[in-house]
């Protein structure tokens, strides 16, 4: 259970069901009425419906029947299929659906004590980086004593409608919720990370190594506790719900609810070399309308399989919504598919453990440049950097990372006539390894990461990164566009993620006695070539030092070779302008490290900025003798410390 709760409009659940109850009366919800209000947002929309309790719907009223399942529920009127998709896969996992109803059994009609009933219900979301707590009364909207939205199969259960009920109120209305992305609902159920991949643009239908990998990765992630859904997007000659010649419905979100390898015998079946058979098994939240390709229900297919087999996969030949089909045909006939990952940070577990970082920010905008944290994409390159900018470190020589932005769920400003989405991503910049304060010009830096560009609430990427020091910029497409958003990074080993925040080195009171700094220099090492072999094999162990005044740093060594790669960035702001800057190549050994050669700079704002080949020298100013080897920088000096 989540440690800690926001309520939703400050409402308390067991304050106002205590409240009801010592004064007899059932729960009216003042922040959600039972009016046109909570349905729409368009007053143009309006119908005629009437609020009615469970107990006037039916006899014998019930939170839950006979537990939790995918069946339990069908999407009725509203547009909200995605919705019910994520409540498909929500009810496969009781560990995570016991988050969002808590309590359940206390919740729940008490027909010996009917006194104790008061129409009062709460349900948990993640919203936000926060476990949100929301209230509502049982009052639901019907039409002609029947539920017109989301409903269960089974006529006194009222879980989902209830849930629906929850979420519509967090939305503003039940219309906000017509029309979306499960992956968004997943998320809030939750608290997962949502990906998304176009399968018509990666080709998996066709290029079958991408699709190997992808069915690997998506039964990875059902094992483990995530969630998929999918979808066939509109496209010329195909509109929204219209029916494929197969069976499937476009537009329509399916939830994944199986993806198995398919056991025939005492072998495997693959559909690509009559090996192995890779299946998945989707539910359609219509509750009806199956696909009706190979292997659907009652296809000849089946007949190849034992009836242990079959009842093993839980194969039912009914119009259940409910079918398999080969991973094959389901990348053929899917545009979308929406992958929401319970990323594992327990230290107790079997699984690999991640270390997560998350921190809330905004897009903002402001005239003055300094303060404008609304930049635009990196297409924008005046303003790109005027974006909220975050470091992290990564300590090993390699590492995996994960990366989620969302933003604010928007529908509640669709009453306001700005409800939609709005186009996000972030970059990825590989910086000086000693950089503590915000980027201003982009010089020596590298650009190793693009997140996809999407109006989804969620964009998500995986990369692995060298060791070094990197900033991550999130941004929306265009400038001058105000949101909040929240930023959450994944790492084998701690990555310190933190916000810049300041331009330049705070002057102090002690800046008096210590001096200010007055120049900033950027140092790009990209290479050395030529360097004195140090063993008797021919080769050496080199690293570069960088020093300026009482400043150095030490890039990581690189093995048997005499034209290492480096690629080492750092940044210094100088005191005293005239100390000059020193880059010296060293050999790594076991008892004492041994000085290759070095070159010296004055580093002033006048010199070149392009990339220089320098002779390297021994130790002794600019009249050393000159040793084999040259090294490739890259230095950039400026007296506006704001500037680099």
């Known amino acids: ?131 949100t707590e929301v209230v509502v009364d049982d009052l639901l909207p019907t039409e002609n004593g029947e539920l017109i939205y ?75 506790g995530g969630f998929i ?49 890779f299946m998945i098994r989707l539910r359609n939240p219509w509750g009806k309308k199956e696909w009706h390709g190979a292997w659907s229900d009652s296809s000849e297919e089946w007949k190849k399989v034992s009836d242990s087999e079959r009842k093993n996969l839980g194969l039912t030949v009914e119009n259940d919504g409910e079918f398999w089909m080969t991973f094959e045909d389901w990348c053929k006939n899917f545009t979308d598919v929406d992958i929401c990952r319970t990323v594992n940070t327990s230290y107790f577990s079997l699984h690999k453990t991640w270390e997560k970082e998350m921190i809330s920010g905004a897009w903002a905008k402001h005239p003055e440049p300094l303060l404008n944290r609304s930049g635009g994409c990196f297409d924008n390159r005046e303003t790109f950097l005027q974006n909220p900018q975050y470091l992290f470190d990564v ?31 972030f970059e990825i910049l590989k910086v000086e390894d000693n950089r503590r304060y915000r980027l201003h010009k982009l010089t020596v830096q590298e650009r190793v990461a693009t997140s996809p560009y999407s109006n989804t609430r969620s964009v998500f990427l995986r990369r692995t990164l060298q060791q070094g020091r990197y900033v991550l910029i999130p941004t929306t497409y265009i400038p001058g566009v105000p949101t909040k958003f929240i930023l959450r990074l994944y790492t084998d080993v701690p990555s310190r993620l933190r916000e810049l925040k300041a331009d330049r080195p705070k002057m102090t009171c002690w800046s008096l006695l210590c001096g200010y700094p007055r120049r900033v220099t950027q140092i790009k090492v990209h290479s050395a070539e030529g360097l004195q072999k140090q063993d008797r094999s021919g080769g050496a162990d080199p690293y570069v030092l960088i020093k300026c005044e009482n400043q150095s740093r030490r890039s990581p060594v690189q093995r048997d070779t005499t034209s290492p790669v480096f690629n080492t960035q750092v940044i210094f702001y100088r005191k005293d302008p005239a100390s000059p800057v020193t880059i010296q190549v060293w050999n790594s050994r076991v008892l004492r490290d041994r000085l290759v050669g070095q070159a010296v700079l004055a580093a002033s704002p006048g010199e070149p900025r392009q990339q220089r080949r320098l002779r390297l020298r021994a130790r002794g100013g600019g009249a050393a003798a000159e040793v084999p080897g040259h090294i490739s920088v890259t230095v950039l000096s400026s007296d506006d410390l704001a500037e680099l």
């Open 229 to 277: 859904s999918c979808s066939i997007s509109e496209s010329p000659g195909r509109r929204s719900e219209a029916e494929t010649e197969m069976g499937l419905i476009v537009g329509h979100a399916y939830s994944v609810t199986a993806i198995r390898k398919l056991r025939l015998g005492e072998r495997l079946l693959f559909s690509f070399q009559a090996e192995k058979l």
């Open 150 to 224: 989301c409903h269960s199969n089974v006529r006194n259960e009222f879980w989902s409608a209830l849930l629906e009920k929850a979420y519509a109120k967090l939305a503003g209305s039940y219309q906000a919720l017509d029309g979306g992305c499960a992956a968004e609902a997943l998320v809030d159920f939750t608290g997962a990370v949502a990906e998304s991949i176009n399968l018509a643009e990666g080709k998996y239908g066709e290029v079958i190594s991408e699709q190997m990998k992808l069915f690997e990765d998506l039964m990875k992630v059902h094992k483990r």
């Open 1 to 131: 259970m989540p440690s800690a709760v926001q309520l939703f409009r400050d409402q308390q659940y067991h304050e106002l069901k205590g409240q009801c109850l010592q004064q007899g009366r059932l729960f009216e919800d003042p922040e959600f009425p039972a009016s046109d209000e909570s349905l729409y947002y368009d007053s143009a929309a309006k119908g005629k419906v009437e609020w009615k309790r469970p107990k006037d719907l039916c006899e014998d009223p019930h939170l839950l029947v006979d537990g939790m399942s995918s069946h339990d529920f069908h999407q009725g009127k509203l547009g909200n299929c995605w919705f019910v998709a994520a409540c498909s896969c929500l009810a496969l996992r009781k560990s995570l659906w016991l988050q969002v109803i808590p309590d359940y059994n206390e919740q729940e009609w008490d027909p010996k004590n009917p006194r104790k009933y008061s129409g009062i219900f709460r349900f948990r979301f993640w919203r936000f980086g926060e476990w």
């Open 395 to 425: 300590k090993k020589a390699e590492d995996k990372v994960l990366v989620s932005l969302q933003q604010e769920d928007r529908r509640k400003y669709k009453r306001e006539g700005r409800g939609d989405n709005i186009t996000i991503g």
